[in-house]
Every structure is written in structure tokens, then in C-alpha cells.
């Protein structure tokens, strides 16, 4: 029941934005009483932070997986760029990105979702950092990884206004290149 | 009157976030009646676009100032960066997201909100390949000026959420490090 809230808050985020989900049109999607619903999550905000919270976690499974089938060699770092954009492009991103702009305005909120926020952009990183073989010690390379992050957080964000998916490729192709220059020494083309 | 009335939309926008911000609140704000305001502004889609295209063309002028400002040599494409990054920092570009995100899920909004946006996207392009002195017949080029101002867009957005001015510093040396090399050859450094 618990599952079937959550799946049914982000889905609601996703269509409907943050103003546009109700606890009502939650317990109605969901198929789940009112009173149970709040005896789970007595408000929206602990309904939206755990929904987004258990997608995260779901799409941090699929993203380790997808991580796993990743080629080596010299097509790695282009197939990393990838798998990075498309997870920016999706629906978690689309759903943490209501709860952000939400959360800028709402302190209580805000309480809720920065933790959140902290601990997904850690372990985004550090996966990321292990994904591209990148070496931290090196000066320059921690920022040009987080650079990465804001980069497929920033054409997410351009994606949601539109289907974007044609520049994006062009982007990604361009920026793994200037990637494997800057942190292989082009060794990896 | 018609500026106070966009001002005030504005600054609702930035502190109150778009469901927060009402046609009641707007004509408060302004010190305007509610008839005059429905004269210049029959609804809350028509007041949000017209304030934000009219906030967006004020930062236009700030911005084209603040360029011919710009240092020439070899601190110049670091000056550009930053210049940019200001910008996608400010309220304008926070105003510009709560309309992005609403329009998301508001399809009347959107058709408005688009136009707007693939100016002022192709604008801004215009300026940032001027201002670096990039040379887009070369290959690559124009996407690694895309991937720029979509790294600004990204770490704007990661702004909203807390203060993220010293990241934001190392990231953006970073990436004009890399810009320089790969746009002049290093030959500006």
C-alpha cells in the first residue's frame, strides 16, 4: 500500500506539477482509503519527500545496473555521458524538479527535500567519478565531474519545455570528447 | 502603471513562487486597482509572460552593458563565464523557472512561455559566441557554446536550493580553462 501511494504521488507530480497534487487525487489514483493514506503520510509534504525519496532509490538500483552494462574501452565515457543524460531527462528528474522549485518557496519543505538533495548529489558524483575512471587527486577534475552533473542537470531542464533529444545528443558527444582530452589525455580515442 | 505592475509580478514570482502568486497580490503590491490591472492584464498567464519578457529585456540592456565592460586577453573568456553565471543566478532567471516549471503542466501557459523562450535561447547564444570570439564554422564549436550556457542553466538551478557561490567559482574556472583550450588553443592563456 505504502508502494502504491508513493508510485501514484510521483506520477501525479510528473502530469500534474507540485500545486496540481492533492493528498484527495493521491488516495484516488492510488485506490487506497483516506485514513490509511494519512496514517502513512499525515501531509503532502511527507506524501511528496517519500515519494521522491523511494523513485530515487529505484532509479539509483536501475542506474547500477545500466552502470553495469557499460562498454570499455574507447566508447566508455560517451556511454557514461548517456546514461547520465537520459537519467536527467526522465521522470525522477522531472519529479525532484517540482519538488525543488516547490521547496524554494516553502520552508518547510525545504527542510525536508535539502537533505535529500545532499545525499543524491554525493553518490551521483562519487558513481559518476567511478564510471569515467576520473582521478580527484588530479587538479581540475573534481570540478569538471560536478561540471558534468550541472551540464545534464541544465539540458534537463532545457528538456522538459521540449523534446530536446536531438541537440542533447550533439552536446553529450561533444562534451565526452572534450571530456576523454581532459581526463585521459585523449588516450581513451 | 504597466511597469509597476510587471515589477510587482516579478518580485511575487521570486518570493512566492508561481501558484503563489495572485492577481490580488499583484494589484496590492502595485498600489493599482483590480480594473485598471484587468484592463492592461485580462489574466495571470498574460501578466506572468508579459513580466518576465519584460524583466528579461531590461537584464538584455544590463547584460550588453556589463559586456562591453568585459576585460580583452588572456582574463577575458573567464570574465565572459562568470558574467553568464551571474546572470543564471539572479532573479531572472528564478522568475523564468517558476514560469518554466508551471508551464510544464499548463498548456495555455506554455504557448506563451515558448516563444518566449526560443528568443531569448538564440539571443543569448548570439551573445555568448560574440562575447568569447568563438568561431562556429569550426566543428564542435557551437555545441561546446551550447553545452556552456546549459552548464549555466544547471548550476542555476542547483543554486535555488542554498548558496552555492564558492562551488559555483571552482566550476566555472574550470570550465573556461577548458574553454580557452579547446576554442583558442590555449592561446589566450
Keep these: 500500500m505504502r508502494a502504491r501511494l508513493l508510485e501514484a504521488t510521483v506520477e501525479l507530480l510528473v502530469e500534474?506539477?507540485?500545486s496540481g497534487t492533492t493528498t484527495t487525487l493521491v488516495s484516488e489514483r492510488a485506490g487506497v482509503s483516506r485514513g490509511a493514506?494519512?496514517?502513512?503520510?499525515p501531509t503532502k509534504?511527507?506524501?511528496?519527500?517519500a515519494a521522491v525519496t523511494h523513485l530515487t532509490e529505484r532509479r539509483h538500483e536501475e542506474l547500477q545496473a545500466a552502470a553495469a552494462r557499460l562498454p570499455t574501452g574507447p566508447q566508455r565515457t560517451r556511454a557514461v555521458i548517456q546514461m547520465l543524460g537520459d537519467h536527467?531527462?526522465?521522470?525522477?528528474?522531472?519529479?525532484?524538479l517540482e519538488l525543488w522549485v516547490a521547496a524554494r518557496t516553502d520552508a518547510a519543505l525545504l527542510e525536508a527535500v535539502a537533505p535529500l538533495e545532499r545525499v543524491v548529489g554525493r553518490e551521483t558524483h562519487a558513481m559518476t567519478?567511478?564510471?569515467l575512471g576520473a582521478d580527484e587527486s588530479q587538479p581540475g577534475v573534481?570540478?569538471?565531474?560536478?561540471?558534468?552533473?550541472?551540464l545534464v542537470r541544465?539540458?534537463?531542464?532545457a528538456g522538459t519545455l521540449g523534446d530536446d533529444t536531438p541537440r542533447r545528443r550533439r552536446i553529450l558527444d561533444r562534451w565526452a570528447e572534450t571530456l576523454d582530452t581532459t581526463l585521459h589525455g585523449g588516450n581513451r580515442k
Excluded: I, K, W, Y
Design 16 to 18: 500534474n506539477g507540485f
Design 37 to 41: 493514506q494519512l496514517h502513512h503520510f
Design 45 to 49: 509534504n511527507d506524501l511528496v519527500v
Design 88 to 96: 536527467f531527462a526522465g521522470p525522477v528528474f522531472t519529479a525532484a
Design 129 to 131: 567519478v567511478r564510471l
Design 142 to 150: 573534481r570540478e569538471l565531474v560536478q561540471a558534468t552533473l550541472d
Design 154 to 157: 541544465g539540458l534537463g531542464l
